[in-house]
C-alpha cells in the first residue's frame, strides 16, 4: 500500500470530517430514510431514492477517509528540518521573475490543497518544480498558461 503524504492539519481535518459523518450525517440519513419509508409506496418515492443515494455517498466517504488516514504518512512541518530545502510541508515564498509578483505556497496534501488560502498539492506542477530546491535558486513551472519562473526567496518549516 503507498503511503499519503499529509500534514498535521490535514490528518486533523480528515478526522474531524470522519467523525461528522459517522456521528451526525449518518444518523441523519438514516432518520430520512425511516421517514420516507414512512410515506408508503417506495417505487415512486423520489425523497427515499435521494436519501438512499446520500447515504451511499456517506458510506463511500467514511471508507475512503479510513483509508486514507490508514495510509497517512503524517508529517509535521515545524519538526522538520532540511536545511534550506524545500520538501513537503515547507512554506515557500516566491517572486516570479517576469513580473516581480511575491506569492506564498505550503506543500501539503492532495485533500488538503486550497489554493486560495495558499496551499498546494504534493503532485502539482508548482510543487513538483520546487521539491528539492533552495533559497535563490530558480523553478521553473510548466503550467496550462505556459512557462513561468519563480526565484525562491524563503523556506520555512511551520
Not at 3 to 9: F, S
Not at 87 to 111: H, K, M, P
Request: hydrophobic residues 40%; without cysteine.
Amino acid at each position: 500500500m503507498t503511503t499519503i503524504p499529509l500534514t498535521k492539519r490535514g490528518a486533523e481535518k480528515l478526522k474531524e470530517e470522519l467523525h461528522r459523518l459517522k456521528t451526525v450525517e449518518r444518523h441523519a440519513v438514516i432518520q430520512a430514510i425511516a421517514e420516507a419509508r414512512a410515506q408508503g409506496d417506495l417505487s415512486e418515492n423520489a425523497e427515499y431514492d435521494a436519501a438512499k443515494d446520500k447515504q451511499g455517498f456517506i458510506e463511500g466517504r467514511i471508507l475512503e477517509i479510513e483509508g486514507k488516514l490508514a495510509a497517512a504518512q503524517i508529517i509535521d512541518p515545524a519538526t522538520v528540518d532540511a536545511g534550506g530545502r524545500v520538501v513537503f510541508g515547507a512554506t515557500v515564498e516566491l517572486e516570479e521573475e517576469e513580473s516581480g509578483a511575491q506569492v506564498t505556497y505550503q506543500i501539503v496534501g492532495d485533500d488538503e490543497a486550497d489554493l486560495k488560502l495558499g496551499l498546494v498539492s504534493i503532485s502539482s506542477p508548482i510543487a513538483r518544480a520546487l521539491i528539492g530546491k533552495e533559497v535563490g535558486d530558480v523553478a521553473e513551472v510548466r503550467a496550462p498558461g505556459g512557462v513561468k519562473s519563480y526565484e525562491i526567496v524563503a523556506v520555512r518549516y511551520q
